[in-house]
């Protein structure tokens, strides 16, 4: 028979009582949360509340916010927001010499219990407001915070406006600015969050999502890596988790056109030749790459190549602009390991060049080529956003000198900076067992057509994690979604003679849903494209698959999701 200890049923007893006592606190009503606002500025955040040395976290201001509705202001559609109390504040530095990071919290009066932080982009630098839309949402879908959350963003611990146009990581001279941007100060901010909704709502939420994209989605695999307690749930959309990598591949494409520059008018020349090589793979020639791992080997620019190799023209590709395709559908290989062992960035994939990322400039322009030929210092409104981006993390992360010729820059001279950066700012590693092992789930989408960094990373990633933890732990705790036609961004390109391509799909309820109820994501959730303005009417809708798959025609009107199956890529 086997022996109960005693200690072990007081231990279970005291648990008992302490979630019975839980269960039982008084959450003040709407009225009460309301009149109470106020009195969360000058709010004093508890010793020991923020799990990280810090600087003192303080309530600057609290001010109740009346519910409004949706509207359309100068033709543009205005979603509906709940009464909220609007929190702001700082959580000051230890470095005299660093910026604060600033903070805003937004708390319903109608509270659903959980709360979304929200995670940032680029080099960050900006206040995040945790009031604007998830990215990839559609234009009807409601605002977390309007769905009950009550949702939080940080500016990652420095102002972008201190620093001079086109210098954005001008911050990472200091070291307490750039851990707070590689980790810290997402951390202070929810544990500073998580005090003030004690404060406010007199219990702490009982759940706790990130949700981000791009550096954003980097963020919320570093909490999940680094804080694996903290969090119930993340959505990580296109994560530039191999930030060193990635950074040393976009100054290896960037390099070169400083002599031979890649005009951005032989942008649509790269996107007809790979869509005429890999567009009928899904079944369907409409102008859309869906089958995008079959797609890289049919790719050949070969035959673009000008008459003798020099430059003749946007008609043709001389042999530097074939070089310089070649180097970015290739590895980027580091003589020495980075952060988790890694040595490599993986290549990018073909497809979709001209598509729009962002409101007007097509992907390879704003990534690759810019409007200009790459400057030194980078040239803030014409050079491509690889350049601006890579230049400014040798210059002031790893070389420490903003004078620094980055065209002569090599790795290897640098090798302790670049591992202890890594070490930094890599979130690859697959060990999240940690956070799985209490029930977090993980949901990632990478978009097939970005620019800015590769989907392959995300997917060795995945790879990576199925491998270290097992088949089993991954399909009860991880899914990865790839949406063939979208950029970095979410954009796309409209389809010859009909909508644009679906990306908007929530992945917000989908995670809330496995948290709460153990109701995990489908193996294809449906993206749509629906006009921006009320009534939304819906234009096309696709099945956005789980990886491996891709959505492959099998009859019917092309702009409906049924009109597509799921088949491995």
């Given at each position: 028979m086997k022996r109960i200890s005693f200690r072990a049923l007081a231990l279970s007893a005291f648990a008992l009582l302490t979630l019975a006592l839980s269960a039982c606190t008084t959450v003040p009503n709407a009225g009460q949360l309301a009149a109470s606002c106020a009195s969360l500025a000058g709010h004093a955040i508890a010793p020991g509340a923020i799990g990280l040395p810090s600087g003192k976290a303080s309530v600057t201001s609290a001010v109740l916010m009346p519910a409004s509705a949706a509207t359309v202001n100068s033709g543009a559609f205005v979603p509906a927001l709940p009464q909220f109390c609007k929190v702001s504040g700082t959580i000051a530095s230890r470095d005299p010499a660093a910026q604060a990071i600033n903070f805003q919290l937004n708390l319903p009066t109608t509270w659903n219990g959980k709360a979304l932080q929200y995670g940032g982009g680029g080099f960050n630098g900006v206040l995040i407001t945790g009031l604007a839309p998830l990215r990839d949402a559609a234009p009807d879908d409601p605002l977390p915070v309007a769905r009950g959350y009550a949702t939080f963003g940080q500016d990652s611990g420095h102002q972008a406006s201190a620093f001079a146009p086109g210098e954005p990581g001008a911050f990472a001279m200091n070291d307490e600015m750039l851990e707070n941007f590689a980790f810290a100060s997402y951390k202070k901010v929810k544990d500073t969050s998580v005090d003030i909704m004690r404060a406010y709502y007199a219990r702490p939420p009982q759940r706790m999502y990130y949700f981000g994209g791009s550096e954003g989605g980097r963020e919320g695999l570093?909490?999940?890596?680094?804080?694996?307690?903290?969090?119930?749930?993340?959505?990580?959309?296109?994560?530039?988790?191999?930030?060193?990598?990635?950074?040393?591949?976009?100054?290896?494409?960037?390099?070169?056109?400083?002599?031979?520059?890649?005009?951005?008018?032989?942008?649509?020349?790269?996107?007809?030749?790979?869509?005429?090589?890999?567009?009928?793979?899904?079944?369907?020639?409409?102008?859309?790459?869906?089958?995008?791992?079959?797609?890289?080997?049919?790719?050949?620019?070969?035959?673009?190549?000008?008459?003798?190799?020099?430059?003749?023209?946007?008609?043709?590709?001389?042999?530097?602009?074939?070089?310089?395709?070649?180097?970015?559908?290739?590895?980027?290989?580091?003589?020495?390991?980075?952060?988790?062992?890694?040595?490599?960035?993986?290549?990018?994939?073909?497809?979709?060049?001209?598509?729009?990322?962002?409101?007007?400039?097509?992907?390879?322009?704003?990534?690759?080529?810019?409007?200009?030929?790459?400057?030194?210092?980078?040239?803030?409104?014409?050079?491509?956003?690889?350049?601006?981006?890579?230049?400014?993390?040798?210059?002031?992360?790893?070389?420490?000198?903003?004078?620094?010729?980055?065209?002569?820059?090599?790795?290897?001279?640098?090798?302790?900076?670049?591992?202890?950066?890594?070490?930094?700012?890599?979130?690859?590693?697959?060990?999240?067992?940690?956070?799985?092992?209490?029930?977090?789930?993980?949901?990632?989408?990478?978009?097939?057509?970005?620019?800015?960094?590769?989907?392959?990373?995300?997917?060795?990633?995945?790879?990576?994690?199925?491998?270290?933890?097992?088949?089993?732990?991954?399909?009860?705790?991880?899914?990865?979604?790839?949406?063939?036609?979208?950029?970095?961004?979410?954009?796309?390109?409209?389809?010859?003679?009909?909508?644009?391509?679906?990306?908007?799909?929530?992945?917000?309820?989908?995670?809330?849903?496995?948290?709460?109820?153990?109701?995990?994501?489908?193996?294809?959730?449906?993206?749509?494209?629906?006009?921006?303005?009320?009534?939304?009417?819906?234009?096309?809708?696709?099945?956005?698959?789980?990886?491996p798959g891709y959505p492959h025609y099998i009859g019917g009107d092309r702009a409906q999701a049924s009109s597509y199956e799921c088949r491995p890529s």
């Open positions: 570093t909490m999940a890596q680094r804080f694996p307690a903290d969090y119930d749930g993340i959505v990580s959309v296109v994560p530039v988790i191999n930030w060193t990598g990635l950074f040393h591949a976009f100054v290896r494409n960037q390099v070169p056109q400083h002599a031979d520059w890649l005009q951005p008018e032989k942008t649509a020349l790269i996107a007809k030749s790979t869509s005429a090589a890999c567009d009928a793979l899904d079944g369907l020639a409409d102008g859309v790459v869906n089958n995008y791992m079959a797609c890289q080997a049919r790719v050949d620019l070969q035959p673009l190549r000008c008459p003798g190799g020099s430059d003749a023209g946007v008609h043709c590709l001389s042999d530097a602009e074939l070089r310089l395709m070649r180097a970015i559908h290739s590895p980027y290989e580091f003589s020495f390991p980075i952060a988790n062992g890694l040595t490599a960035y993986p290549p990018w994939l073909y497809g979709h060049e001209d598509s729009l990322d962002g409101p007007s400039a097509p992907s390879m322009v704003r990534w690759v080529s810019g409007t200009a030929a790459p400057a030194a210092p980078p040239d803030a409104a014409r050079n491509s956003t690889q350049w601006i981006y890579g230049s400014n993390w040798i210059r002031y992360a790893i070389a420490r000198d903003k004078n620094h010729d980055v065209r002569g820059y090599r790795p290897e001279d640098f090798r302790d900076r670049v591992q202890k950066t890594s070490a930094l700012m890599d979130s690859t590693n697959p060990d999240l067992s940690a956070f799985f092992a209490r029930g977090g789930k993980l949901i990632l989408r990478e978009n097939a057509a970005d620019r800015a960094q590769s989907a392959l990373m995300g997917i060795q990633y995945h790879d990576a994690l199925v491998a270290r933890l097992g088949g089993a732990a991954a399909e009860r705790s991880v899914r990865l979604y790839v949406s063939p036609g979208s950029t970095h961004s979410g954009n796309s390109r409209a389809v010859a003679g009909g909508p644009a391509v679906p990306t908007m799909v929530d992945l917000l309820d989908p995670l809330d849903r496995w948290v709460s109820a153990g109701d995990a994501p489908a193996n294809a959730l449906v993206q749509v494209v629906k006009a921006p303005l009320p009534p939304f009417a819906m234009q096309a809708s696709r099945p956005m698959c789980r990886y």
